[in-house]
């Protein structure tokens, strides 16, 4: 009888053998993921290296290896070897990879059997071969799965362990079945040592114990934050995530863990909510805080029926510690204004930063409205009381305005405004005091408002003026000098005085383009009346305060004087004691600037002030312009008569000239002619006038008779 040989059964056979092997693998929990032609993949390979083998003899020697899985390795890779990683980069487990080799090596024996009913002797010696080489192939197939598990069971542990998060796996009683590197030195113990512990034991990771148990009856992961304190008081946050292993029965065999120190992260998400809620200099409550808790209290205040107050606090005099001294002292003096202002209110009050030098204070469940106004108080005399900067004493005060909600407003939308209205009645009124809210600071405020935008157009609509003084030389009663006065045409309300609008201009940022453009007009008439007379006229105009001691350089006045050349010699800046008071290197350097231009510097309204006369000629102060008070005052009384003509006399001591303000009377004139002053200027000579008026003085060259002065 002619019978196949094992190996060309093999070969001949190989597709039926491998449709019977794939049915049974197919069959597999880990197969079902994979396609048939990845389930063949290298099961032909293996067949036709055994039908190959069977071809050649062997020696007894070579048979025992086979048998124990122990052969030669080749120089390559097998196709038992490709099997077996495949397999376990498929998710294979062991069991299912030797499952594989016995459905193989059943369908050979089924369908040789099959097709050899009579197979004669040699035929089972083929079989012992091919199930031989079947064993070789199996133990090639798991050596390969086998370290291919180790390899990546070492890349894993590498990975986790170079990490400096916790990374374990528990059972469920919480005992270590693995842990990385980090967990071993957080437990201060051997990684070799670690399965022997559990999670339980002292450590800063102790109570996830008590979670295991939620993770174990759910079979569904958890994470969460826990905190954890040091022996020394410090707190530490960490962040945790537990999850199931779950095996094919559906029990937890396992529990694979994470834990990580977000203690610097935590802190890092405190600074960012703190910068949005938080002043950075103060520490206080912003305005977004403050907004909010404003209207919190608003509520509480509508269900208990008791009222809350509102205080909105500015610092009289912060802006000139801050341009004399530096934003540094500023900023030191802002940071225990704050300190005080909490210190004298409630813990469940608020104090929040509004910006710049404004505070607020929510004053929550007022009992008695009698309360308010004793915070109010005390928060004035503190901010009174000298504060210490950089070595130094500074003196500022506190301006403050009070609303009630809800007496003063139905919804806790306007207090703010309110609060705001009567802090600048506080302030009008020279600060440190405090100012409750009524309807007609309402009303005051918005005609402020309103003026200051009908004050935003005036310039650009040709609606300022300037008029013009004559300052007269008491000795030969010519006009010699002029001071340039500001005057706002009002459409409807007329000619308006500077002392009705100037303020306005100051706090609405105007007081700048306004000075510069009064500085033109004096430039350019002082060239015109120079060329009339045949002689250098001077004009004096008034700088701002606020403008002359900022820390801005004086820009627009040095942009001016080098377009104006030899003319910028006809003007001389007058600016108030307050000006020079503490001043500032910045101030000293803008006096240098002016007098290096060859402008001249006067000091007006002087005698209400503080002024050290020897202190002003440090300054290279020219003239002296004693204030009418002193005039008016000297008739009337013979100490401040005294007082006025010593300052006279000091004054040319030092070099200076001076000029008299607000001469109403020829007694006035007469008085100061004999006391040596220099010059004067007032009613008596003639009121401020339009330039083509005051051209007409020029060429008369005198002043009129006081009748006609205060008729024109």
């Known amino acids: 009888m002619n019978t196949l040989k094992l190996s060309d059964f093999l070969r001949k056979d190989i597709n039926p053998i491998l449709d019977a092997w794939e049915r049974f693998a197919g069959a597999l929990p880990s197969a079902k993921r994979m396609n048939p032609a990845a389930l063949r993949d290298h099961a032909r390979g293996m067949l036709e290296t055994i039908a190959a083998d069977l071809d050649h003899s062997q020696s007894a020697q070579e048979q025992i290896e086979k048998s124990q899985g122990r052969a030669p390795h080749a120089n390559h890779e097998t196709e038992a070897e490709l099997h077996g990683a495949g397999r376990g980069a498929a998710g294979f487990s062991v069991m299912e990879g030797l499952s594989e080799f016995r459905a193989l090596r059943a369908s050979v024996m089924r369908l040789w059997a099959q097709s050899n009913p009579d197979a004669p002797p040699h035929i089972d010696e083929d079989l012992v071969r091919f199930n031989e080489a079947i064993d070789q192939a199996l133990a090639e197939s798991i050596a390969r799965y086998s370290s291919d598990k180790e390899t990546t069971t070492r890349l894993f542990d590498t990975l986790l362990s170079s990490s400096q998060d916790l990374n374990f796996i528990l059972d469920a009683n919480g005992n270590f079945i693995y842990a990385n590197r980090a967990m071993a030195d957080l437990y201060g113990i051997a990684l070799c040592d670690l399965p022997s512990r559990n999670i339980a034991a002292n450590g800063p990771i102790a109570d996830v114990q008590q979670k295991l148990h939620k993770v174990v009856d759910t079979r569904r992961a958890i994470r969460g934050e826990m905190p954890h304190e040091l022996p020394d008081g410090a707190e530490l946050t960490y962040e945790y995530l537990l999850a199931p292993v779950v095996n094919p029965q559906g029990n937890v065999e396992a529990i694979a863990g994470m834990v990580r120190d977000i203690t610097e992260h935590k802190a890092h998400e405190e600074n960012i909510r703190r910068s949005a809620n938080f002043d950075a200099l103060t520490g206080l409550p912003n305005r977004n805080v ?173 609606e300022l003026r300037v008029h013009y003084q004559p300052i007269v030389d008491l000795s030969s009663g010519t006009i010699l000098k002029a001071e340039a006065l500001l005057r706002w045409k009002h459409p409807q309300a007329g000619l308006m005085l500077p002392e009705s609008f100037v303020a306005l201009a100051e706090e609405a940022g105007l007081i700048g383009a306004i000075d510069e453009w009064v500085l033109g007009e004096a430039v350019s008439r002082a060239r015109e009346w120079s060329e009339l007379l045949g002689t250098a006229f001077e004009i004096g105009v008034n700088n701002s305060a606020t403008e002359f001691v900022g820390r801005e350089p004086m820009k627009r006045w040095d942009a001016h004087v080098a377009r104006s050349g030899p003319a910028a010699n006809g003007i001389s800046v007058e600016m108030s004691e307050g000006a020079l008071e503490n001043a500032s290197p910045m101030v000293v350097e803008k006096l240098k600037a002016l007098h290096d231009a060859g402008i001249r510097l006067a000091i007006d309204r002087f005698g209400t002030g503080c002024s050290s006369m020897a202190r002003l000629k440090e300054f290279g102060v020219d003239y002296l312009k004693m204030d009418k008070s002193l005039v008016h005052g000297a008739l009337a009384s013979a100490d401040r008569r005294t007082v006025a003509e010593a300052a006279i006399v000091m004054a040319h001591m030092l070099g200076l000239k001076v000029i008299a303000e607000g001469v109403e009377s020829v007694e006035q004139r007469d008085w100061l002619k004999t006391a040596g002053c220099d010059y004067a200027q007032g009613y008596y000579f003639s009121d401020a006038v339009p330039p083509r008026d005051f051209a007409n003085l020029l060429r008369q060259n005198r002043y009129p008779p006081l009748s006609q002065a205060m008729h024109s």
């Open 290 to 462: 403050f907004r909010d808790r404003l209207e919190q209290e608003a509520k509480r205040s509508d269900r208990t029926g008791l009222p809350m107050a509102l205080l909105f606090i500015d610092l009289d005099g912060f802006k000139g510690v801050n341009d004399r001294f530096g934003h540094d002292a500023g900023d030191a003096l802002l940071q225990q204004a704050a300190l005080r202002v909490v210190a004298c209110v409630r813990g469940t009050d608020t104090v929040a930063r509004m910006g710049g030098d404004e505070f607020t204070v929510i004053l929550a469940e007022i009992n008695n409205l009698r309360h308010i106004e004793i915070v109010a108080q005390k928060i004035v005399e503190e901010l009174a009381k000298p504060f210490t900067i950089a070595g130094r004493d500074v003196n500022i005060t506190g301006s403050i305005g009070i609303t009630v909600y809800p007496h003063d407003s139905a919804t806790h939308a306007d207090l703010l405004g309110n609060a705001d209205q009567a802090m600048y009645e506080a302030k009008h009124a020279r600060g440190n005091r405090f100012s409750f809210y009524c309807a007609d600071l309402r009303d005051a405020a918005w005609t402020r408002l309103k003026v200051i935008e009908e004050l935003r157009n005036a310039l650009p609509g040709g």
